[in-house]
């Protein structure tokens, strides 16, 4: 492995007081699923692995190697364009208990480090070395330490950024992938963001970047120039957010989750569908495998989310926070039509439909709880069409 250090070479002298008291690392693997199917089979090493569907069918990428990367292919692509621009791409289905059991591995490690870890998905995480277990005096040695035990102990590769805040970390790590280390110091941080395009600020997505560019805002240093009150006017909460961080203020503690965050299932349709009651049997239907979950976990939610691809690949969802808690799925249901109601789908045809369940909490059954009425039916089994648009791979997320 190739230990690769690329600093940043800028100056500031504004909040370096405040930003040198904290060292956080972001450690992100490189390519992670693809990676550990490279791993686990060295016939596949140096060639282009797709890990999704099958290409033949209506598949899409959940991840892919480096190498596949080459050829403009990324996650949430559909696997049959994915084969059309590599027809030599070696497909493999997803195994998720491997992925986790890796992930855990990788955790295990992140633990003999530092006490504030935060993971953001199971490949990757923030953590807070300011104090670290190992009295390593530079966050800079330690996340090459860090990195050098993911590779010497599991045989896979992360890339790591340093920085005095969660938002510099998370830019940084992303800078020199794979097998990568960035190091953006509290005095290069100003200088850094100022000179950064607006399209590499985490948490600009595709819509806020158009917005952002007919405004003028193509770098950290044409953001600068909007006070906070026009950026919260334009973008609502997440103006306050650009607003700090393009100023290098970004207080957000490393905070260890407790438990899960969200529970949920989606399914990839075998044929596009414009018929909502269709919908709504299937909806209907992973809303029973997320209340199963749900009870398995002893746990409540408040709010619902549903989730919609339509056929030309434009995701959107809707939520509603129910004045009581929830858990099963005839509460599920009695929301899922309003919410369905509120999007295209019949309009537009979709190929993805799924629910989350959030804002969890422990319950105990034995507690009263309103009811809401009406009372809902249970949906029908459905036709022979749609169980088998139905019966196909779906994914369980854990968030």
């Avoid at 035990?149 to 590769?157: A, N, P, Q």
């Avoid at 099963?328 to 537009?348: C, F, H, I, R, S």
Wanted: overall charge positive.
């Amino acid at each position: 492995m190739h230990l690769r250090t690329k600093n940043v070479k800028l100056h500031s002298h504004r909040n370096q007081r405040v930003m040198a008291e904290r060292k956080i690392i972001h450690i992100d693997m490189d390519a992670f699923f693809a990676s550990v199917e490279q791993l686990d089979n060295p016939e596949l090493r140096g060639l282009p692995v797709i890990v999704g569907g099958d290409p033949a069918g209506r598949g899409v990428v959940a991840a892919c190697s480096y190498e596949a990367r080459r050829f403009g292919i990324h996650s949430a692509m559909s696997c049959a364009r994915a084969r059309r621009l590599c027809p030599q791409a070696r497909f493999v289905r997803p195994r998720k208990e491997r992925y986790r059991e890796i992930s855990g591995r990788i955790m295990d490690i992140f633990r003999g480090y530092a006490n504030k870890i935060e993971p953001l998905s199971i490949d990757e995480a923030f953590l807070d070395v300011t104090t670290n277990l190992k009295n390593i005096p530079s966050a800079t040695w330690t996340a090459h330490a860090i990195r050098r035990d993911i590779y010497t102990t599991i045989g896979l590769t992360a890339s790591a950024g340093v920085s005095c805040n969660k938002f510099l970390a998370k830019i940084a790590s992303d800078m020199n992938k794979p097998d990568g280390l960035t190091v953006i110091t509290p005095k290069q941080a100003l200088p850094f963001l100022r000179s950064l395009p607006i399209r590499k600020f985490y948490g600009v997505g595709r819509v806020t970047e158009q917005r952002m560019l007919a405004m003028g805002i193509n770098t950290g240093a044409d953001l600068l120039r909007y006070s906070r009150q026009e950026l919260v006017n334009r973008f609502g909460k997440s103006g306050n957010f650009f607003y700090d961080v393009v100023r290098g203020n970004d207080n957000r503690p490393v905070c260890p989750r407790q438990g899960r965050k969200s529970i949920g299932s989606e399914v990839t349709l075998q044929e596009d569908l414009a018929d909502r009651e269709q919908m709504l049997t299937i909806l209907a239907r992973i809303a029973s495998r997320v209340a199963g979950t749900l009870a398995e976990k002893k746990l409540s939610a408040a709010t619902l989310i549903v989730k919609i691809r339509y056929s030309d690949f434009v995701t959107i969802t809707r939520s509603r926070t129910l004045p009581t808690r929830f858990s099963t799925d005839e509460e599920m249901m009695a929301v899922v039509p309003g919410l369905l109601a509120t999007t295209e789908a019949g309009t537009k045809k979709v190929r993805l439909l799924g629910l989350t369940a959030t804002n969890l909490c422990s319950c105990n059954r034995h507690t009263p709880r309103q009811l809401q009425l009406p009372f809902p039916e249970h949906p029908q089994a459905g036709t022979a069409r749609e169980r088998s648009i139905f019966s196909q791979q779906s994914t369980l997320r854990h968030v």
